[in-house]
């Protein structure tokens, strides 16, 4: 089972692939000290031209000089070749380590926290262009600029320390402008992202935000938003602006100070003109990664900082060793316990309930809005976490359950249908190798296999971004055949006719009476009675608690009886519906526990499991046993 521990796999992702990327880097560094040593190839070569063939008037010697530098320039032009190879490839490496974590983690961390956003991938993306962009060759570059420095003092000292000082004062301006530019660039990135989250949300939502009118109301959030950014954008551009226009200053000064001083130096009898000139561009070879430096300061900033928000995303991850494969779940189901808030909330939303479902029973979950069914259906399928207690699939907790194990025996119908951009085919045979005979056994099996063949291009035709393409029964219908694609052990269907048509309906009612002679574990959520006819047990849930629990009969009959109408008959729908609330029941005078006990349901049947029984201690008197005749 997942050993969940908070707070190693981070360093162990970061440090193994730091580990990779070692070699890589160390080579990038080891080729930026050639280059830049080759780089010293046309100063020496206008000294020599200056002060050897000038003053000689060698042509050999010119000639010689000529061959020796082209090939030394052609020798730089193939390491900087091979060093942006190298940085490709590390740019590579960063994406096949962490993108599938990132990915695997974004996905875990919206079920976790009930929020899902693709921010770490777009911060992955920056980390792994800035692997290959000027940047990280200016950071290569820039150690290496003492070279032309002590080239230069070698030149003459007072060249060397006219040269020490611009640079200084160029890596001082650089200094200043990440000082003064990181604060409103870190403000801007979470003011920007915010609108962001804004104009997706909108475009998302767009026809509900067109047809009431919400439009202006969402752009005046989205405007306030982007401007905030946008002003903390300008004064961050305007302070660095201010330190280019600096920079743009002094370099030139600081060349023409070299010259000036150099100039001097010859007429002082000093220095050869050669080494004036060449003094001259050594200058700006060893400003250049400076400079390319100060240019790149934003960039460095932004991926520093997506670099360290994507350490803190997986910084959380939990580690998950290779779990041993399970075989193929029977669907016995067993609860215990369970209490469960929503991702990220505090309160529970189910409270500490307990019940079991033997391997091939359907059971129908009832209850008024907001009383947790639908929480109680993905805590069923794994996808929440609970606070206490468990769902056990024939024995093993289905929140430890690698997921990758646990989908194929699992079929879910969730109550907001989510298809996925793609086709009809990849959608039922869930985004895995489409195996056109479980495909259109599953859509067969679902009463969708002719609505999908009178598609543009049948199982190949595009449904869009969330199924945009289809209408909402279709989607729901072409869901339903995902749910059962594969024979899983247990189905778990949440309002799965809430889209459908009479037709739709029908072939719903088929499939679940299909399932149910294959002896699969079927649990479905509708507030529609009607499609809970032939179901074998009911489970009423009020509040985050088991109000009834038992055989179908048993249950309607319950609430026939707990449900007065003025005229004195009942509408068990009524509750089913979620119509008469726990307190229309107490006004009565029995309470839901009493009555569960005073008809005897209570009593756990002859053939109860012993696992039922312990999940029913935990549920309190609320929860009523069930005979297992009916399994
Ligand atoms: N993702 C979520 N984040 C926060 N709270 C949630 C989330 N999902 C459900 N809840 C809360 O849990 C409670 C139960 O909701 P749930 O959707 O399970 O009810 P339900 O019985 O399925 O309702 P309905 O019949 O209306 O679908 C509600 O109070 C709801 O606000």
């Given amino acids: 089972m997942a050993n969940r521990s908070r707070g190693a796999a981070v360093p162990r992702l970061v440090r193994e692939l730091l580990a990779e990327l070692r070699g890589g880097l160390v080579w990038t560094g080891v080729f930026s000290l050639f280059i830049n040593v080759l780089m010293l190839t046309t100063p020496f070569y206008m000294l020599q031209i200056y002060d050897r063939v000038l003053t000689s008037g060698s042509v050999p010697t010119l000639l010689y000089l000529t061959l020796v530098g082209v090939f030394l320039l052609a020798m730089m032009g193939l390491l900087e070749l091979a060093r942006s190879r190298l940085l490709v490839r590390v740019s590579g490496r960063i994406d096949r380590k962490l993108g599938d974590p990132v990915f695997a983690r974004m996905v875990d961390a919206s079920l976790s926290r009930g929020a899902g956003r693709a921010e770490p991938l777009r911060d992955l993306e920056k980390v792994?262009?800035?692997?290959?962009?000027?940047?990280?060759?200016?950071?290569?570059?820039?150690?290496?600029?003492?070279?032309?420095?002590?080239?230069?003092?070698?030149?003459?000292?007072?060249?060397?320390?006219l040269a020490?000082?611009?640079?200084?004062?160029?890596?001082?301006?650089?200094?200043v402008s990440e000082w003064l530019t990181r604060?409103?660039?870190?403000?801007?990135?979470?003011?920007?992202?915010?609108?962001?989250?804004?104009a997706e949300d909108c475009a998302n939502n767009a026809e509900v935000v067109a047809a009431l009118g919400m439009t202006d109301g969402v752009r005046a959030r989205w405007r306030d938003a982007y401007a905030q950014s946008l002003g903390h954008q300008a004064l961050a551009s305007d302070r660095s602006g201010l330190l280019t226009a600096l920079t743009k200053f002094v370099r030139p000064a600081l060349q023409m100070a070299m010259l000036g001083a150099g100039a001097y130096l010859v007429l002082a009898q000093e220095m050869s003109p050669g080494a004036m000139i060449a003094g001259s561009i050594m200058l700006g070879r060893a400003?250049?990664?400076?400079?390319?430096?100060?240019?790149?300061?934003?960039?460095?900033?932004?991926?520093?900082?997506?670099?360290?928000?994507?350490?803190?995303?997986?910084?959380?991850?939990?580690?998950?060793?290779?779990?041993?494969?399970l075989p193929r779940p029977r669907g016995d189901i067993q609860?215990?316990?369970?209490?469960?808030?929503?991702?990220?909330?505090?309160?529970?939303?189910?409270?500490?309930?307990?019940?079991?479902?033997?391997?091939?029973?359907s059971v129908g979950i009832i209850g008024p809005s907001a009383a947790g069914k639908s929480s109680l259906a993905r805590l069923l399928v794994g996808v929440w976490t609970p606070s206490h207690g468990a769902v056990r699939l024939d024995g093993a907790d289905v929140?430890?359950?690698?997921?990758?194990?646990?989908?194929?025996?699992?079929?879910?119908?969730?109550?907001?249908?989510?298809?996925?951009?793609?086709?009809?085919?990849?959608?039922?045979?869930?985004f895995g190798p489409v195996d056109p005979d479980k495909v259109v056994k599953a859509a067969e099996r679902a009463g969708v296999h002719q609505m999908i063949l009178r598609l543009a291009d049948g199982y190949d035709t595009d449904i869009g971004r969330t199924g945009a393409a289809l209408s909402p029964g279709q989607r729901q219908r072409i869901a339903l055949a995902r749910a059962i694609y594969g024979d899983p052990a247990l189905v778990v269907l949440d309002e799965p006719n809430a889209s459908l048509d009479s037709d739709g309906e029908a072939a719903l009612k088929r499939c679940l009476d299909a399932l149910r002679r294959e002896a699969t574990t079927v649990v479905v959520i509708s507030h529609r009675p009607s499609l809970l006819s032939d179901i074998d047990r009911?489970?009423?849930?009020?509040?985050?608690?088991?109000?009834?629990?038992?055989?179908?009969?048993?249950?309607?009959?319950?609430?026939?009886?707990?449900?007065?109408?003025?005229?004195?008959?009942a509408d068990p729908g009524d509750k089913a519906r979620g119509g008469p609330a726990p307190e229309d029941k107490a006004a009565d005078g029995t309470a839901p526990q009493g009555k569960a006990r005073g008809d005897g349901a209570a009593a756990p049947g002859a053939g109860d499991r012993p696992a039922a029984n312990a999940g029913q201690g935990a549920t309190g008197p609320r929860a009523v046993s069930t005979g297992e005749g009916q399994a």
């Fill in 399 to 430: 929140a430890q359950w690698d997921r990758a194990q646990l989908g194929p025996h699992i079929g879910y119908l969730p109550q907001s249908v989510a298809l996925l951009e793609g086709s009809v085919k990849d959608n039922i045979a869930r």
């Fill in 538 to 569: 009911l489970l009423v849930l009020a509040d985050g608690k088991i109000d009834t629990y038992g055989p179908r009969d048993e249950v309607m009959k319950k609430l026939v009886r707990s449900v007065p109408k003025p005229n004195g008959n």
């Fill in 128 to 161: 792994r262009t800035f692997a290959t962009g000027p940047g990280i060759i200016a950071l290569f570059d820039a150690p290496w600029a003492p070279i032309f420095f002590a080239v230069i003092f070698l030149l003459h000292p007072v060249l060397g320390l």
């Fill in 164 to 175: 020490l000082s611009g640079g200084v004062l160029l890596f001082v301006l650089a200094l």
């Fill in 183 to 198: 604060k409103p660039l870190t403000e801007a990135g979470s003011m920007g992202q915010r609108a962001q989250w804004y």
């Fill in 287 to 325: 400003l250049a990664p400076i400079q390319t430096a100060i240019a790149q300061w934003r960039n460095v900033i932004q991926t520093r900082q997506a670099y360290h928000r994507l350490k803190d995303f997986l910084a959380d991850a939990p580690t998950t060793p290779e779990p041993m494969a």
């Fill in 335 to 361: 609860v215990e316990r369970l209490v469960a808030p929503a991702p990220g909330g505090e309160q529970p939303v189910i409270k500490g309930i307990g019940f079991a479902i033997p391997a091939g029973t």
